[in-house]
């Protein structure tokens, strides 16, 4: 479907379901019910919250044959949910956007994000900050028949359902699931049992929030770092297992900037770096109206602190990602990117394989 398509289709089922007084994250949770009613029937445990809170939205509606044909043919296109996202983002709109750093990363990038881990059998990935779940879908697409755990956890609950129906619709049988709604700077004992279990994490953490306190072992936090994308290495410290490794989008300020020159030495004191990839202005412009600009860093967790056991980096620039970057540009664009993530000196690096 076109972009043009699914936006007229946005307006129309916006509208019609607001005749009957279906907003907003009812709309939502109406559409992610009848995705799970028409291709999840092979799950193993269906999500009962997701289904019951649909169904209340559907009971208004149910009499209105040619609205569920309509909702029908949205949905009978979208075997996998790819879509949803897109409507949740649509029904959610401000409360989504505005001042709580929540947007979802663009496909591309988190296609090349989960390229950079090695796949090894029952393999524990996780992303804290998990959105519509974009990076676990990615990891799942490279593990393919090897078994492994995908967790996924936001502060959002709705967006933990999104998660919840995407990764159910979009990923085999074999890799297991876990949903947790937790905030991650005052974690709930569900959120830090991860502690120390986690291989792998893919993210994108909320960028330049302020946070004034912080319920976990911080040592940036004691350095008197207060923001929410700088304390989520410490987040992530605690999560992964030693020679665990993190892929995850971090602001350019962070990589480049004089006042974070004591947070980059505390960070190789407890992290290998193995890589930096800089992006382009406008990697978000599609998604949120911010432009940022972003790097991928890529860190592997020290077995003990001040260990220097590896040598090598890799840093790279992609100019492009293969979507627009601004409303000049349309179309299909090139993706330097894919090509940074494929080469085999990296690779070699990052020991892909
Ligand atoms: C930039 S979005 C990225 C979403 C998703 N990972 C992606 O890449 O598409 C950041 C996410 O962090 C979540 N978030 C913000 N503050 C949080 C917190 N304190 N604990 C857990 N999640 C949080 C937001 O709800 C949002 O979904």
Redesign the pocket.
């Known amino acids: 479907m076109t972009f043009k398509q699914l936006a007229e289709q946005k307006k129309l089922l916006e509208d019609r379901l607001r005749r009957y007084g279906v907003e907003g994250e009812e709309s939502f949770y109406l559409l992610a019910s009848e995705y799970l009613l028409r291709f999840g029937s092979d799950i193993t445990n269906p999500p009962e919250r997701i289904i019951e809170r649909g169904r209340k939205a559907f009971d208004r509606i149910s009499h209105d044959e040619d609205l569920l044909a309509f909702i029908a043919s949205i949905i009978s296109s979208d075997p996998t949910g790819e879509n949803l996202p897109v409507w949740y983002q649509h029904f959610l709109g401000r409360r989504f956007r505005e001042g ?6 663009p496909r591309p990038v ?1 296609c090349a994000m989960s390229a950079l881990i090695p796949c090894i059998d029952d393999a524990v990935i996780m ?6 779940g ?2 676990l879908i990615e990891a799942s697409k490279r593990w393919k028949h090897l078994q492994c755990r995908l967790v996924a ?4 609950a709705s ?1 933990v359902d999104l998660a919840q129906v995407v990764l159910n619709l979009a990923t085999p049988g074999n890799h297991q699931k876990s949903f947790l709604s937790s ?3 005052d974690p709930e004992s569900q959120f830090k049992a991860w502690y120390g279990r986690v291989d792998y994490i893919l ?4 960028f330049s929030l302020q946070i004034e306190t912080i319920d976990t072992d911080s040592s940036l936090f004691n350095l008197g770092y207060r923001n ?1 994308d700088a304390l989520f290495l410490d987040v992530c410290f605690n999560l992964l297992r030693p020679d665990g490794r993190l892929i995850c989008l971090l602001p350019h300020s962070i990589v480049a900037n004089t006042e974070y020159q004591r947070l980059r030495l505390a960070v190789e004191e407890s992290w290998n770096l193995l890589g930096i990839v800089g992006l382009p202005e406008g990697v978000f412009h599609l998604t949120a109206s911010t432009t940022t600009r972003a790097d991928i860093v890529i860190l592997e967790k020290k077995r003990a602190k001040h260990s220097s056991k590896r040598t090598k980096s890799v840093f790279a620039y992609a100019p492009s990602v293969g979507i627009p970057l601004n409303s000049r540009m349309i179309g299909q664009e090139t993706n330097y990117l894919s090509q940074i993530v494929d080469d085999p000196g990296l690779k070699k690096v990052l020991g892909l394989g």
């Open positions: 709580s750093g929540k947007f979802f990363t988190a992303d804290p900050t998990c959105g519509g974009t990076f956890n936001d502060i959002e967006l905030n991650i700077y993210a994108n953490p909320p929410s």
